[in-house]
């Protein structure tokens, strides 16, 4: 059975109108509405994995557009390949948990919580879901208004100053990223339709990858503004810690395992193949800039006190990695990086889960004042270790495979390597088109040791050890609203297919290898291709790359 744009239509619908009922019933019915609503939303993405032709990955299925201006070129469009979908169903996974998660935490404005929850989740399939820019574009800005009203309301003491300065960064670069988006459609129409406007993603593409070099500078630049920020890449990126900080436990989960993945898919669908000559010219400094992230960041966890505080930070760390990854410009690389959009939402959102487990029973995050948990709650700390080390990059959970690509892809994209004639004579093998090289892979694998410390540090320090509580604690025995010690059957609900899912991934990712391998290598070709045609001959970048990664299925075909 073929993906129907019906059913996409309907997941994108399904939680704006459980979200209208949630603000209809009575506050007590809120949590109810809001769990149906994210399960119904799930179990039509799940029947939408099973209806996606996985032997057509690159092919954007499911298509279909309703009218909305046609005379401007605006159509509501949807449509998805093997990538949009993988991050469909890691929205629709993080989506019910993040609700179900909130039963104890959230106990005043249920309803105006709720319903912000399943608006952010229509925005979110929204986004992955749009060929058409508008759709795109109100999808993307449209994430920032109930994520606002998320942090601004249930946030921590200074929640009113972290949602204003996470408001006015993602604005202002989606402002920008907006002027982008409209040059390459004005340029589409003046160029090649004599006046006529189209903003369809597939023939904008087209158009824009036949820029002048000078211009797609500008393009890229203009779109980067507003997917760095989302990120967040460094300088930018200091919204991100205060709002992960201040937000509650469900907003933050939320931040981590699917918003931030819409800036490194937003470079991905749009920097990449809008822009490809200025892409691989400006990839070295793109390339330092995640890399400087990535250590800086690293830095920043190691003197961190605050638990949450330092999973925030880590976050700019690891999203380095996967920018990295994608401007590395070859197989290996892009993997990597898709991969880390996933493995990153299921491991660091599940530590957020575990950090606001800890908030409810003693009101602190403060690793001064906590130490040796593991001794009063051992399920917790069984859970702690083990997502720790999935986000530390541990061989055999998820987390690893994601880092080695994406380092691997860094590794292999030297200019200086590459083929230096078409017949492949001075070929270094393994090298491939790219403008990056081993000195970039080994200054960022240094970001991986530092990881290592800080959550090795915060796990020994709050795992294990003395038991520490905080003295109001003693006072009072206060351990939240009616929770037991350890995790409660709801709290080990939530986290158990996190776990799985990192363990399976971590063990046998050749799934998750196989479903990007053919919009990798189409994406790479028109980068590659697009570069040549604007660019004038270089005798080391324009040689024929080497496939930097072969997949095969079992009966040994080459993917």
Same mark, same amino acid.
């Given at each position: 059975?073929?993906?129907?744009?019906?059913?996409?239509?309907?997941?994108?619908?399904?939680?704006?109108?459980?979200?209208?009922?949630?603000?209809? #019933?009575? #506050?007590?019915?809120?949590?109810?509405?809001?769990?149906?609503?994210?399960?119904?939303?799930? *179990?039509?993405? =799940?029947?939408?994995?099973?209806? +996606?032709?996985?032997?057509?990955?690159?092919? +954007?299925?499911?298509?279909?557009?309703?009218?909305?201006?046609?005379?401007?070129?605006?159509?509501?469009?949807?449509?998805?390949?093997?990538?949009?979908?993988?991050?469909?169903?890691?929205?629709?996974?993080?989506?019910?948990? &993040?609700?179900?998660?909130?039963?104890?935490?959230? #106990?005043?404005?249920?309803?105006?919580?709720?319903?912000?929850?399943?608006?952010?989740?229509?925005?979110?399939?929204?986004?992955?879901?749009?060929?058409?820019?508008?759709?795109?574009?109100?999808?993307?800005?449209?994430?920032?208004?109930?994520?606002?009203?998320?942090?601004?309301?249930?946030? !921590?003491?200074?929640?009113?100053?972290?949602?204003?300065?996470?408001?006015?960064? =993602?604005?202002?670069?989606?402002?920008?990223?907006?002027?982008?988006?409209?040059?390459?459609?004005?340029?589409?129409?003046?160029?090649?339709?004599? /006046?006529?406007?189209?903003? @369809?993603?597939?023939?904008?593409?087209?158009?824009?990858? !036949?820029?002048?070099?000078?211009?797609?500078?500008?393009?890229?630049?203009?779109?980067?503004?507003? +997917?760095?920020?989302?990120?967040?890449?460094?300088?930018?990126?200091?919204?991100?810690?205060?709002?992960?900080?201040?937000?509650?436990?469900?907003?933050?989960?939320?931040?981590?395992?699917?918003?931030?993945?819409?800036?490194?898919?937003?470079?991905?669908?749009?920097?990449?193949?809008?822009?490809?000559?200025?892409?691989?010219?400006?990839?070295?400094?793109? @390339?330092?800039?995640?890399?400087?992230?990535?250590?800086? @960041?690293?830095?920043? &966890?190691?003197?961190?006190?605050?638990?949450?505080?330092?999973?925030?930070?880590?976050?700019?760390?690891? *999203?380095?990695?996967?920018?990295?990854?994608?401007?590395?410009?070859?197989?290996?690389?892009?993997? /990597?990086?898709?991969?880390?959009?996933?493995?990153?939402?299921? !491991?660091?959102?599940?530590?957020?889960?575990?950090?606001?487990?800890?908030?409810?029973?003693?009101?602190?995050?403060?690793?001064?004042?906590?130490?040796?948990?593991?001794?009063?709650?051992?399920?917790?700390?069984?859970?702690?270790?083990?997502?720790?080390?999935?986000?530390?990059?541990?061989?055999?959970?998820?987390?690893?495979?994601?880092?080695?690509?994406?380092?691997?892809?860094?590794?292999?994209?030297?200019?200086?390597?590459?083929?230096?004639?078409?017949?492949?004579?001075?070929?270094?093998?393994?090298? %491939?088109?790219?403008?990056?090289?081993?000195?970039?892979?080994?200054?960022?694998? %240094?970001?991986?040791?530092?990881?290592?410390?800080?959550?090795?540090?915060?796990?020994?320090? $709050?795992?294990?050890?003395?038991?520490?509580?905080?003295?109001?604690?003693?006072?009072?025995?206060?351990?939240?609203?009616?929770?037991? %010690?350890?995790?409660?059957?709801?709290?080990?609900?939530?986290?158990?297919?996190?776990?799985?899912?990192?363990?399976?991934?971590?063990?046998?990712?050749?799934?998750?290898?196989?479903?990007? !391998?053919?919009?990798?290598?189409? %994406?790479?070709?028109?980068?590659?291709?697009?570069?040549?045609? $604007?660019?004038?001959?270089?005798?080391?970048?324009?040689?024929?790359?080497?496939?930097?990664?072969?997949?095969?299925?079992?009966?040994?075909?080459?993917?």
């Amino acid at each position: 059975m073929e993906l129907s744009s019906v059913l996409l239509f309907v997941m994108i619908l399904l939680p704006l109108v459980f979200a209208a009922l949630v603000a209809m #019933r009575p #506050r007590e019915h809120a949590a109810g509405i809001a769990t149906v609503g994210m399960l119904a939303a799930g *179990l039509v993405a =799940t029947l939408g994995l099973f209806q +996606f032709d996985w032997s057509r990955t690159a092919e +954007f299925q499911g298509a279909g557009s309703i009218p909305w201006m046609p005379s401007l070129g605006m159509e509501l469009s949807v449509g998805v390949d093997s990538v949009a979908m993988l991050l469909v169903a890691l929205t629709a996974l993080l989506g019910p948990i &993040c609700v179900i998660a909130s039963y104890t935490a959230i #106990r005043e404005k249920t309803q105006t919580f709720y319903a912000m929850l399943l608006i952010l989740q229509a925005a979110m399939f929204g986004v992955f879901c749009a060929r058409d820019l508008v759709f795109f574009y109100i999808c993307f800005e449209f994430t920032l208004i109930p994520m606002y009203v998320m942090i601004s309301l249930f946030g !921590s003491t200074n929640r009113k100053a972290a949602a204003t300065k996470f408001f006015l960064y =993602t604005f202002t670069g989606s402002v920008i990223a907006l002027a982008g988006f409209v040059y390459v459609a004005w340029y589409h129409a003046n160029v090649f339709t004599e /006046g006529e406007w189209t903003l @369809a993603i597939e023939p904008l593409r087209q158009a824009a990858a !036949s820029m002048p070099a000078d211009q797609q500078v500008w393009v890229m630049l203009a779109m980067l503004a507003g +997917f760095a920020i989302k990120v967040p890449l460094f300088p930018v990126h200091t919204w991100l810690p205060l709002a992960h900080t201040e937000a509650p436990t469900a907003g933050s989960v939320i931040l981590a395992g699917v918003l931030l993945k819409l800036g490194t898919y937003g470079i991905y669908r749009f920097v990449l193949p809008f822009a490809p000559a200025a892409v691989v010219e400006y990839a070295p400094i793109i @390339a330092i800039v995640s890399i400087i992230g990535i250590v800086y @960041a690293g830095l920043i &966890c190691w003197v961190q006190t605050d638990v949450k505080k330092l999973v925030a930070y880590s976050s700019v760390s690891h *999203l380095g990695f996967c920018v990295l990854g994608l401007v590395a410009i070859n197989n290996a690389g892009l993997t /990597g990086s898709i991969l880390y959009m996933i493995n990153h939402g299921l !491991s660091t959102g599940a530590l957020f889960l575990l950090i606001g487990m800890v908030y409810e029973r003693y009101h602190t995050r403060s690793m001064r004042e906590l130490g040796g948990l593991a001794y009063k709650m051992p399920i917790w700390g069984c859970f702690m270790v083990y997502f720790a080390m999935a986000s530390v990059g541990l061989p055999g959970l998820n987390g690893f495979i994601s880092e080695f690509l994406c380092l691997m892809g860094t590794f292999q994209a030297d200019a200086n390597w590459a083929m230096v004639s078409a017949n492949g004579d001075g070929a270094t093998p393994g090298a %491939t088109f790219g403008t990056l090289g081993p000195w970039f892979a080994l200054v960022a694998g %240094t970001g991986m040791i530092i990881a290592a410390i800080y959550i090795l540090f915060m796990v020994g320090k $709050v795992c294990f050890g003395p038991l520490v509580e905080p003295q109001q604690h003693h006072d009072d025995d206060d351990h939240g609203p009616n929770l037991p %010690t350890d995790l409660s059957a709801r709290e080990i609900g939530v986290l158990m297919p996190l776990a799985i899912l990192c363990l399976v991934f971590g063990l046998y990712p050749k799934p998750l290898l196989v479903a990007v !391998s053919d919009p990798v290598n189409q %994406t790479v070709s028109q980068v590659v291709e697009g570069y040549r045609a $604007v660019t004038p001959m270089n005798p080391v970048i324009d040689a024929p790359p080497v496939p930097a990664m072969t997949l095969r299925t079992e009966e040994g075909a080459a993917q």
